[in-house]
């Protein structure tokens, strides 16, 4: 196990921006009401969520301009997913309706002073600097009556550009912000048309009429907060798990868990360590949550194109005691029986539970949450200048409560070993504790070294 250290010395860059601009559809758009999903609705995704994309410099891009070519594409791009354009209004009671309005998206055209080159390894979450590469512009960040997306693309002095974005999550979830992103990036590349059509049918996600509760949602289960953090006090570790870290930890596992997914072993092992690091009281329940993508759990299963939220948290949920004393397998146990609850009827009862206790909120307390971006398609988003060296989150926490949030992301290191990049934020008292408690899944004399990723990165105006 190794974890990514950052530059050695400080890095700092002024960035330069324009003034921040609307961009909006080439041709004229409906102008309709559309409402979203019941599971678009729901308390936990009425935030802004930030991305972010770095891309290398292209010889073969000589002279081309990003900024030029990525705003031309979006506005045609949002000729196609004209909702983008629009704006939500508050409807009755606290549903959300989309006004398409034609509006359009916010966009900053910005140049830094810096190469791609100096960003290091750093370039995962958290993305330092983020209020450069991606400005606030003020009063843009609200649910109602805003622009939906934020966008500034920054030219580095090496040729390379950032493309960073932020959204409001009500309107769709990761996969559906790639899909559209996606679609830019062929309009840039000259296509005409995207290839994959947008679908709206967000009726599709609705709550049953009359709504049923036929299953248990630990989600939102009421637990007291017996150990809380200050914000301050969470500091941010990455740590790279390539093949001879996965293959490391599953030595550990029985015969018939081996053959597991990466993601579920790596967040079997991450929410055992840092439960152990944590060292809450053995009787205290804790549970991991994440998100599971719903779209192939229904009957018949949602349309290609559907972008819209359509993701729901699993949850497992023990006491302390058995997490932290069981062997590694008993967690694994616990993540895999936790997607496996996710059925059709499952989903059908997290919605309708979700419109009969409005203002519901996922209750993050004593609880492990990674969010999975390795195979949304940030990375194979393409405006002319090849994939990205790296696309994804900025940040780690979703919402406004960060615990124990994690982030899992697709990441080359410095040797070239493609792998994953597991960035997560604990209290700084229990960091060393974490560190040991990896080692023990780690091969021997492949301990963990480096140093805790910092903010390395300084910027000014």
Same mark, same amino acid.
Not at 189 to 210: F, H, K, M, T
Not at 303 to 314: E, K, V
């Given at each position: 196990?190794?974890?990514?250290?950052?530059?050695?010395?400080?890095?700092?860059f002024?960035?330069?921006?324009?003034?921040?601009?609307l961009?909006?559809?080439?041709?004229?758009?409906?102008?309709?009401?559309?409402? &979203?999903?019941?599971?678009?609705?729901?308390?936990?995704?009425r935030?802004?969520?930030?991305?972010?994309? *770095?891309?290398?410099?292209?010889?073969?891009?000589?002279?081309k301009?990003?900024?030029?070519?990525?705003?031309?594409?979006?506005?045609?791009?949002?000729?196609?997913?004209?909702?983008?354009?629009?704006?939500?209004?508050?409807?009755?009671?606290?549903?959300?309706?989309?006004?398409?309005?034609?509006?359009?998206?916010i966009?900053?055209?910005?140049?830094?002073?810096?190469?791609? !080159?100096?960003?290091?390894?750093?370039?995962?979450?958290?993305?330092?600097?983020?209020?450069?590469?991606?400005?606030?512009?003020?009063?843009?960040g !609200?649910?109602?009556?805003?622009?939906?997306? &934020?966008?500034?693309?920054?030219?580095?002095?090496?040729?390379?550009?950032? *493309?960073?974005?932020?959204?409001?999550?009500t309107?769709?979830?990761?996969?559906?912000?790639?899909?559209?992103?996606?679609?830019?990036?062929?309009?840039?590349?000259?296509?005409?048309?995207?290839?994959?059509?947008?679908?709206?049918q967000?009726?599709?996600?609705?709550?049953?009429?009359?709504?049923?509760?036929?299953?248990?949602?630990?989600?939102?289960?009421?637990?007291?907060?017996?150990?809380?953090?200050?914000?301050?006090?969470?500091?941010?570790?990455? &740590?790279?798990?390539?093949?001879?870290?996965?293959?490391?930890?599953?030595?550990?596992?029985?015969?018939?868990?081996?053959?597991?997914?990466?993601?579920?072993?790596?967040?079997?092992?991450?929410?055992?360590?840092?439960?152990?690091?944590?060292?809450?009281?053995?009787?205290?329940?804790?549970?991991?949550?994440?998100?599971?993508?719903?779209?192939?759990?229904?009957?018949?299963?949602?349309?290609?194109?559907?972008?819209?939220?359509?993701?729901?948290?699993?949850?497992?949920?023990?006491?302390?005691?058995?997490?932290?004393?069981?062997?590694?397998?008993?967690?694994? !146990?616990?993540?895999?029986?936790?997607?496996?609850?996710?059925?059709?009827?499952?989903v059908?009862?997290?919605?309708?539970?979700?419109?009969?206790?409005?203002?519901?909120?996922?209750?993050?307390?004593?609880?492990?949450?990674?969010?999975?971006?390795?195979?949304?398609? *940030?990375?194979?988003?393409?405006?002319?200048?090849?994939?990205?060296?790296?696309?994804?989150?900025?940040?780690?926490?979703?919402?406004?409560?960060?615990?124990?949030?994690?982030?899992?992301?697709?990441?080359?290191?410095?040797?070239?070993?493609?792998?994953?990049?597991?960035?997560?934020?604990?209290?700084?008292?229990?960091?060393?504790?974490?560190?040991?408690e990896?080692?023990?899944?780690?091969?021997?004399?492949?301990?963990?070294?480096?140093?805790?990723?910092?903010?390395?990165?300084?910027?000014?105006?």
């Amino acid at each position: 196990m190794s974890i990514i250290a950052p530059s050695p010395t400080s890095l700092a860059f002024t960035v330069r921006r324009c003034e921040p601009e609307l961009v909006a559809p080439t041709k004229p758009t409906p102008h309709e009401f559309k409402q &979203l999903s019941d599971l678009d609705d729901q308390e936990c995704f009425r935030f802004q969520i930030q991305l972010i994309q *770095f891309y290398r410099c292209d010889p073969s891009m000589h002279g081309k301009d990003p900024v030029k070519i990525i705003r031309e594409a979006l506005a045609q791009a949002l000729v196609f997913y004209y909702p983008y354009a629009g704006r939500l209004r508050k409807g009755p009671g606290r549903k959300l309706i989309l006004e398409c309005t034609g509006e359009g998206v916010i966009f900053i055209e910005a140049d830094a002073d810096v190469t791609l !080159e100096q960003f290091g390894d750093i370039i995962h979450p958290p993305i330092p600097c983020m209020d450069q590469l991606l400005y606030d512009v003020p009063g843009s960040g !609200e649910i109602l009556d805003c622009p939906l997306l &934020l966008i500034q693309v920054t030219r580095l002095r090496c040729g390379g550009f950032i *493309f960073a974005y932020r959204l409001n999550h009500t309107m769709s979830d990761a996969i559906g912000i790639a899909q559209f992103i996606g679609a830019v990036g062929e309009m840039a590349r000259g296509e005409c048309a995207p290839s994959i059509p947008q679908v709206w049918q967000r009726d599709l996600l609705n709550a049953g009429n009359p709504p049923r509760v036929t299953c248990t949602h630990h989600q939102f289960d009421e637990l007291p907060d017996t150990k809380d953090y200050p914000l301050e006090d969470m500091v941010p570790c990455s &740590l790279f798990f390539g093949s001879i870290e996965v293959n490391a930890i599953r030595k550990h596992l029985p015969s018939h868990l081996k053959k597991c997914s990466t993601f579920d072993i790596i967040t079997a092992c991450i929410w055992r360590c840092s439960t152990r690091a944590l060292r809450p009281d053995l009787e205290t329940q804790v549970r991991v949550m994440f998100a599971v993508n719903v779209r192939g759990k229904l009957s018949p299963t949602l349309p290609t194109g559907y972008f819209g939220n359509a993701i729901l948290a699993a949850v497992a949920t023990t006491t302390a005691r058995k997490l932290c004393e069981n062997p590694l397998g008993y967690a694994l !146990e616990l993540v895999k029986m936790a997607k496996a609850n996710v059925t059709m009827e499952y989903v059908h009862s997290y919605t309708d539970l979700v419109v009969i206790k409005d203002k519901l909120d996922l209750n993050r307390v004593q609880c492990y949450l990674p969010t999975n971006s390795t195979r949304v398609g *940030f990375e194979e988003v393409d405006f002319g200048w090849g994939k990205p060296a790296y696309g994804g989150p900025a940040n780690l926490w979703t919402g406004p409560n960060p615990k124990l949030a994690s982030s899992y992301t697709s990441f080359s290191n410095g040797k070239g070993e493609k792998g994953i990049v597991v960035s997560i934020l604990l209290p700084n008292v229990a960091h060393e504790i974490f560190k040991k408690e990896l080692e023990e899944y780690t091969l021997k004399g492949h301990a963990i070294g480096g140093q805790y990723l910092s903010t390395p990165i300084k910027s000014s105006m």
